[in-house]
């Protein structure tokens, strides 16, 4: 068994896990923070996005090992008034996919200048979505983004 | 009102079954079948673990009837001594360490001694392979109007096409689970299901228990389409068999691969067109011949079929039509529910096929549907009378219009003349969709709910239709709010637990808004009845008389109740497949717009416009969020999802390689309602779920074949089948051109 120290959603967080155990085993079933989704265990869904040191990051491909001293954010940080415009949107259907999509798409809105390189759907299509087409998924990054610098990118 | 779930999923606060957390419960596994069909010789199990520490389950630890209890009783919730398809559960396995559990899976060895597997619809079964009367045909179905063949003789001209569509899996992203556990003497199973009235059925059947001995609750439901019809019942079963065994909690939450590979799927299908048509393009004969993959054992593939044939012929008006139709036996895992039911394999030929005529005759393709498309008063294929005063030719104009058609198609010869690689191209599909079961089925369902007035003075929806993402939760406090004129915070929505809510009928069949929420309405009334108050009665006035009963009757229920009843003039008759179908359809056009690069021959969507009249609606949001999603569903079975099969197994069950579609795969879809009332359905509204599946796929396809003169005739047209299709086409032209 490993000590592993790091800091979880603000707070140092201490536990004893298996050193191959998976990021998203130990945040789900050690921690009980189930709103990281397990959705293929293969890195291609995006269900189990978290941030690792601010990046969004598959945890299902992330050996507990690699998180020792590093800065780990879950759907459990979010402050619920971040969530609103992804809800009038339609952005959630049936909810498998959506806490994955929603650190990605606040990571987005974050991280403005991304769209200077990248559109919306090209950042958006590590997480899959089955219920919605995208488009209530993209229409809350936009409203998101409008929200937090006042118009949207580009309409200046 | 917004999503009313919608701030605990965002959140990540929503509970599906693998997010339960249970103490002392055990996980389960399944071990299966290594082989398509054969005699089970022997069970291995590897000395080198110990076993002591496990519970084992098998066919002999059912105390009932081996059966999954659905249509016929032929699938067993373990096989015996026979297997029929790859991945079919032999024996079931239950340890509190999930890594443990499967290493122990793989220690267990089912050795088959294999008979000859049946795989393949397009060719007849060898006797050794026949395995279902003499020709493994498990459903026939015909719909038979006014005189064919004499039609096709007197045609102008007849155009033949032969169709095929692959398997899909639905790919709902939580996979299936259940949880099982006894208490009191009662079994509880809660999890991932659409229909908890069958699951508990089935397991009254084989678990040879009186019916309030089991209760079936459903979790959030994390996805569906159709995938959590039929196929939970296996897996509840399975958690059930493994918690009474272990005596404590048991649950079996499936990993992606095990889904992937071992539930069901749409059905592969052939569906072959003979179509006599007059020299003003007007189709006088529709001959056509549908054949589905049914897979290893019956579950619900007579019922596919017969929605398939029924909406084979297409929204169009013809005299003379022969349906023929079967579902065929093999030794793949069962094909099962898949959002459309069968309606997008025969809607796909059939629009494809139009298209194919149109060429044939030289006919504009739009041209060719506006002459044909039923106006009001006009009979479908099975005589249904068509009097809902929607205007099928304005939807296909509007949808032509909105999708800039005229200017595009002078655009893409442009592209095509200037640019050595990339093509562009603009295809249509015109369809309709029939909501809530077929012919007499919601009669047979006799569907009941209830409303009832709490004594904190809130309401409460008690019905057995879930929420998988489609916005059940949401359309059913709506309409019970206004109906009774209470703010929806006061309407709550009971957990559908078959020991607490009457059978409304599975969550399926775009039933539930247009049938169910009839129901609720219905009830909602009966609950003012139940007070004695006049329909004027709403909001603070009902919430005070039903304070009031409360303090007359303390500790009573309150209940409103309602059943369903058909709406007037439905006649169907199952014998002849003649009659009202559907009470009511749902009528679309869609335009898809493409660009094909012929370097690649990559596909890309570019433009997609959803035109479509499902009566009111009920919530706008949800509803643009139906068609989006099943638009994106579509155009994934239309280019890019095909399951790869060896020897009865799907060889690429994993998301890395069966590939759905992502954002940067779609365009923006553009969605256009029309609304022309519906009286049968709540608020004028009509079922929406299904019809998106519906029209992408030929849209799609046809506007491949539009931009690079060929004929796309199956489905996936991935990349490679593409590029055949090209090289054939250039091979067959002379040389000259």
């Keep these: 068994m490993l000590e592993l120290d790091f800091t979880l959603n603000g707070r140092p967080a201490a536990l004893r896990v298996d050193p191959v155990a998976r990021l998203l085993d130990v945040l789900r079933y050690d921690l009980g923070l189930t709103g990281t989704k397990d959705g293929c265990s293969e890195g291609e869904c995006g269900a189990c996005t978290v941030w690792l040191d601010g990046l969004p990051t598959d945890a299902c491909l992330v050996p507990a090992f690699q998180v020792a001293g590093r800065d780990v954010r879950t759907i459990e940080s979010i402050d619920p008034d971040r969530l609103r415009p992804f809800l009038a949107s339609g952005a959630t259907q049936c909810g498998a996919c959506t806490p994955g999509v929603v650190m990605t798409a606040l990571w987005i809105v974050e991280n403005p200048d991304l769209l200077r390189s990248h559109t919306i759907r090209e950042l958006m299509a590590g997480n899959i979505c089955r219920c919605t087409g995208y488009d209530g998924i993209i229409e809350g990054v936009e409203a998101a983004l409008a929200g937090r610098f006042g118009s949207p990118p580009g309409s200046a | ?737």
């Design chain 2, 1 to 737: 009102m917004e999503r009313l779930e919608g701030l605990a999923k965002l959140s990540g606060a929503e509970r599906y079954v693998d997010d339960l957390a249970v103490e002392g419960a055990w996980w389960g596994m399944t071990v299966r079948s290594p082989a398509p069909r054969g005699r089970i010789r022997e069970v291995r199990f590897d000395p080198a673990v110990d076993w002591s520490g496990f519970v084992v389950v098998d066919h002999r630890d059912v105390p009932g009837a081996n059966e999954v209890l659905l249509i016929e009783p032929d699938q067993p919730v373990l096989a015996a001594d026979y297997v029929r398809h790859v991945h079919e559960p032999v024996v079931l396995l239950a340890h509190p360490s999930r890594s443990a559990l499967r290493r122990a899976v793989r220690g267990v060895e089912v050795v088959v001694d294999p008979d000859p597997a049946y795989l393949d619809v397009s060719i007849s079964p060898r006797s050794d392979q026949v395995q279902r009367g003499d020709d493994n045909v498990l459903k026939r179905l015909r719909i038979e109007k006014g005189d064919v063949e004499a039609a096709l003789d007197a045609a102008w001209r007849v155009v033949e096409g032969e169709y095929r569509t692959g398997a899909q899996e639905h790919v709902y992203i939580e996979t299936q689970g259940m949880l099982a556990w006894e208490e009191g003497g009662v079994l509880f199973v809660k999890g991932s299901l659409q229909c908890p009235f069958y699951v508990h059925k089935a397991a009254v059947r084989a678990l040879a228990r009186e019916a309030d001995r089991v209760r079936i609750v459903h979790a959030p439901t994390g996805g569906g389409f159709g995938g959590k019809e039929e196929y939970p019942s296996v897996i509840a079963l399975h958690a059930a068999l493994l918690a009474l065994k272990a005596g404590r909690p048991v649950k079996v939450v499936y990993d992606r691969g095990e889904d992937m590979a071992a539930t069901t799927k749409r059905h592969p299908s052939i569906v072959r067109h003979r179509t006599g048509v007059d020299s003003d393009g007007r189709l006088v004969a529709q001959d056509i011949d549908v054949v589905l993959d049914g897979g290893a054992y019956v579950t619900l593939s007579p019922v596919v079929l017969s929605r398939g044939i029924i909406h084979a012929a297409g929204p169009y008006q013809c005299d003379h039509v022969r349906i023929v139709g079967r579902a065929i036996l093999t030794n793949s895992p069962p094909h099962g529910a898949f959002r459309g039911f069968g309606a997008p394999q025969t809607h796909f030929a059939n629009e494809r096929h139009m298209d194919v005529v149109a060429d044939a005759i030289g006919m504009d393709p739009i041209e060719l549907r506006r002459r044909n498309l039923i106006v009001d008063g006009g009979e479908t294929a099975t005589g249904q009378r068509i009097r809902d005063g929607v205007d099928r030719v304005g939807i296909l104009d509007r949808a032509v219009e909105l999708s800039g058609w005229r200017e595009k198609e002078v655009e893409h010869r442009r592209l095509a003349r200037s640019d050595p690689w990339l093509r562009r191209g603009l295809g249509l599909a015109s369809f309709h969709h029939g909501a809530g079961f077929t012919g007499g089925g919601e009669v047979a369902l006799a569907s009941r709910l209830d409303v009832a007035g709490l004594p904190d003075g809130r309401i409460e929806v008690r019905s057995a239709n879930i929420e998988m993402g489609q916005g059940t939760l949401t359309i059913f406090t709506q309409l019970a709010a206004e109906r009774l004129g209470v703010d929806p915070d006061a309407v709550v929505i009971a957990e559908a637990d078959t020991g607490r809510v009457p059978n409304s009928g599975p969550t399926v069949a775009s039933r539930t808004a247009m049938v169910v929420g009839g129901l609720v309405e219905a009830a909602c009334d009966d609950l003012r009845a139940e007070l004695g108050l006049g329909s004027e009665v709403r909001g603070d006035d009902l919430r005070r008389a039903l304070l009031a009963w409360h303090d007359d009757h303390p500790g009573a229920d309150l209940v409103g109740r309602a059943e369903y009843a058909p709406p007037p003039n439905v006649r169907w008759d199952e014998a002849t497949y003649q009659g009202d179908a559907y009470a009511a359809f749902g009528w679309a056009t869609y335009v898809a717009e493409v660009e094909v690069d012929l370097r690649t021959f990559g596909v890309r969507v570019i433009d997609f416009v959803a035109l479509q009249d499902v009566g009111t609606l009920l919530h706008e949001t949800l509803a643009r969020g139906q068609v989006q999603g099943g638009v994106a569903q579509g155009v994934g079975w239309a280019l890019m999802e095909e399951c790869h099969w060896e020897d009865g197994a799907m060889t690429n069950a994993q998301l890395t390689n069966y590939i759905i579609p992502t954002s940067d795969d779609l365009p923006p879809i553009r969605v256009h309602f029309r609304e022309t009332p519906w009286a049968g359905g709540p608020r004028g509204a009509k079922g929406l779920g299904e019809l998106p599946i519906d029209g992408p796929a030929p849209a799609v396809v046809n506007a491949v074949a539009r931009a690079l003169g060929v004929e796309p005739r199956e489905i996936p047209l991935t990349a490679e089948r593409l590029m055949d299709l090209v090289d054939d086409a250039a091979a067959s032209r002379p040389r000259s051109a």
